[in-house]
């Protein structure tokens, strides 16, 4: 049985979705029969009720020199990181020079937001490629993990940090101890740490199992947060449900006794235990919706595309589509290439199925019949650019929260 990674006890994984590369491996030509694999389960540890992977390739097989994902290629998320960055600023930057520290800041998205205000900051960032685009944007990064070993260094240099951010980070780390530790140690006594990512009340609720995968390595509730800040003399204070990247939770975490702690935090953690999350049940009902939702997709694109004989494009080579094409088994028999609007992605293979990844143009230039939509996440800023593929008769094919055609 594996031991849960944050209060080590065992658990039983509910679901295994079969070997599968590492989901933001983009492959050459030349790299198409030298790919790891590694078994994808996920169990929930009913100690702490954390949701979470059993096996995690090695950090540095997924971030490096050469990670395909940068945050700014959407429109949408380069707003909402504005308006999080703005909202830090007005609540939280009232000190004299205050420090706000990133952690996972990619390619700026977010701190070029505190670098027009003037404000202090620096970005931890270890995917080197992404971070020199932050550098050249004139952020301060440093190119490393963070971990406890690193929050005393940034302090040595820097001094503690008003603010610590870290969205769609946190979930990604392993050694979650060692990061919530350098936290403790990096942030003032009265500062707020806040961090976002995807929640698992909506994962189950729209059975978004793509964003399974082996960078995700924990699918966070407020019962399991505030397990785990706990543990580290850390409390949860507040919340904030936020509707990116197919539903997210921002929390703000505060050193203990140090803020008052909103009536949100109970009344979510209250609704999540009346939902079911403490118990087995739920996630074995999961299970069998994640069958469905193959069954339903693999027998939707066969008959479009092999009976009917139409043309089936993936939009977005999304981390979270290695997902759904490997474990649905889908190659390039249903779908002809992935458009995405990533230069590091095209001329590229998805990672296992081997489906071309290819630039946009390809996708506008010759519109498919239907467009299987990976980057489902982000159907409100794809839909509003699209309508030229809707006015030639093209039609979208989702799976989350159902598989369908939108009509
Ligand atoms: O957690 C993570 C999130 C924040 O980002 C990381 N582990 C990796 C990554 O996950 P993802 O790859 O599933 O993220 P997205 O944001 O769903 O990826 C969108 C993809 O679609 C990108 O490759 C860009 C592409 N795209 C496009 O081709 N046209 C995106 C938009 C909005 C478009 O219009
Ligand atoms: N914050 C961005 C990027 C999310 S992708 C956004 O929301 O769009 C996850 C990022 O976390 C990657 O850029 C990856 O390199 C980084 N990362 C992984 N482990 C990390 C660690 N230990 N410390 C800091 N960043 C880390």
Redesign the pocket.
Known sequence: MPTCLICNNNYAPFISFGTMPI??NFLRPDQLDEEYFFELQVGICLNCYMVQLVNQPSREMMFHEDY??Y?S?????VIHFKNFAESVIKDYCKSNNPFVVELGSNDGIMLQNFANAGIRHLGIEPSKNVAQVAIKKGINTICDFFDEKLAMEIIKDNGMADIIQA??VL??IPYIHSVIEGIKTLLKPDGFFIFED?YMVDILEKTSYDQIYD??VFYFSISSVKFLFEQHNMELVDIKPLKV?GGSMRYFIAHKCKKSVSSRVKEQSDKESGMGLHSQTIYNNFKQNVEKSKSDLIQLLKYVHLEQGKRIVG???????TTITNYCGINTSLVEFI????PS?QGKFNPGTHIPVKP?HEFSDNYPDYALL??W??AE??MA?EGKFHESGGKWITYVPKVQVLE
């Open positions: 989901a933001n395909a994902y945050s290629t959407s429109v949408r998320q969205a769609n979930c990604h995807p960078e995700h990247h939009y977005g080579a999304t981390s979270k589509s458009c995405d609007t990533t992605k946009y990976f980057a996440n982000h800023e794809i650019k």
